[in-house]
Every structure is written in C-alpha cells, then in structure tokens.
T-cell receptor
Framework: DQQVKQNSPSLSVQEGRISILNCDYT??????FLWYKKYPAEGPTFLIS?????DKNEDGRFTVFLNKSAKHLSLHIVPSQPGDSAVYFC?????????????FGKGTLLTVNP | DADVTQTPRNRITKTGKRIMLECSQT?????MYWYRQDPGLGLQLIYY???????NKGEISDGYSVSRQAQAKFSLSLESAIPNQTALYFC?????????????FGPGTRLTVL
C-alpha cells in the first residue's frame, strides 16, 4: 500500500517555463512534507518542506503548495533551469507518531530542455 | 568535504558472501538511517538508530543487520548476500531536536550481488 504517490514518472519542460511536480498521500496522520532532489551518482538532497499548518512555503524559485483536504501537494519551480534536471522525491512524516520515518514516493524525473 | 560519507561506493559480490557497508558523518547528528533504493521505487527504510544504544528495524530489515559503533558511524551488514539485495544503498542522518524530519544523505553505495 503506497502511502505517498508520485503518479508521473517523468516530466519534460522548456527552460524558463514552470515545472509542476505533484504528490498525493493517503495517510491523514502525515503532518510534515519534504521534497528531495537527486542527481545521478549522488544522494538525495533536501530542497524544501512544509508543515501541515501551512498551505504554502516559498524559497527562491521553489514553492510547495499543500492542499490538506485533497491530500495533495505540489512543487513549483519557476523559472525552470537545465540544472534543475534531476529526480524529485516527495516525502512525508507523521511527527506525532513514527517520527523517525520518512515515507517516500517513487520519484519524478524532471528534464529541463535548453 | 562531504558531511556524510559511504564506503565503498560500488561493490560487486557473489551470492552467500558477507558484505559490510559503512557510513560516517561529521554533522554531529544523533540519528542515522539506512535506506535502499530499487529502480523505479522510492527509498525504503532498512534500519535506524537514534543514538549509539538505540537500534530499530525499519520496513525491510530481513536479511540485514546493523552496528552503531559510535555517534558518527553506522554500518550495514548483509550476512549472506542474495541477488535480490542488488540495489542502491543510502545512509542518512538527522538531528535529534528541531527539524528532525530533514535528513541528510550520503552519496550511496551501488551493490550488485551475482
């Protein structure tokens, strides 16, 4: 049973345009969400996060939106750059319960074309 | 210098062999984790440790064991490797207080079991 779903295995966008990566979750106990970025031959690196008490968090070109009623979050990258090409993982945690554990989605490969 | 290092970076071994993957960190974090990633899948938690005396199983611990030799070192062992343990293995750390959700990953070890 996949609790964190990234239904798009891949996404291709043009440089300068917006990239929107989506993530759905099923566990209503999740209250903290993170996005990680992974380049080939490297470990995932933390990108941005959001607590369930917020519906938006912005950091430079990256914005994460959270829709709790729909159990959906999205990562917006504006403007997209070729260096953003990587696999993006959505992750979620239940801070009140198993606070050791991040549950990851399968990832979305973003390709930004020059 | 990298904050979380893993050795070896690549390893090819045969079925039945004992393998140890090592992880060291200079971040001063108490919490350490071992994950595996299979192609097309997200990261799955194998074991985690909140401090030197605390070791816990993750969701896929069968066939693996760990040792927390010091705050900075966390090793993963495959006592008798099998082909379906071929995967990319990541070590991660997080701090005990504050934003413990944010995990910092090593570069990964690619393990192939023939």
């Amino acid at each position: 049973d996949q609790q964190v779903k990234q239904n798009s295995p891949s996404l291709s966008v043009q440089e300068g345009r917006i990239s929107i990566l989506n993530c759905d979750y099923t566990n209503s106990m999740f209250d903290y969400f993170l996005w990680y970025k992974k380049y080939p031959a490297e470990g995932p690196t933390f990108l941005i996060s959001i607590s369930s008490i917020k519906d938006k968090n912005e950091d430079g070109r990256f914005t994460v939106f959270l829709n709790k009623s729909a159990k959906h979050l999205s990562l917006h990258i504006v403007p997209s750059q070729p260096g953003d090409s990587a696999v993006y993982f959505c992750a979620a945690s239940d801070s009140g319960g198993s606070n050791y554990k991040l549950t990851f989605g399968k990832g979305t490969l973003l390709t930004v074309n020059p | 210098d990298a904050d979380v290092t893993q050795t070896p970076r690549n390893r090819i071994t045969k079925t039945g062999k004992r393998i140890m993957l090592e992880c060291s960190q200079t971040k001063g974090h108490d919490r350490m984790y071992w994950y595996r990633q299979d192609p097309g899948l997200g990261l799955q938690l194998i074991y985690y440790s909140f401090d030197v005396k605390d070791i816990n199983k993750g969701e896929i611990s069968d066939g693996y064991s760990v040792s927390r030799q010091a705050q900075a070192k966390f090793s993963l062992s495959l006592e008798s490797a099998i082909p379906n343990q071929t995967a990319l293995y990541f070590c991660a750390t997080s701090q005990n207080g504050g934003n413990y959700n944010e995990q910092f990953f090593g570069p990964g070890t690619r393990l192939t079991v023939l």
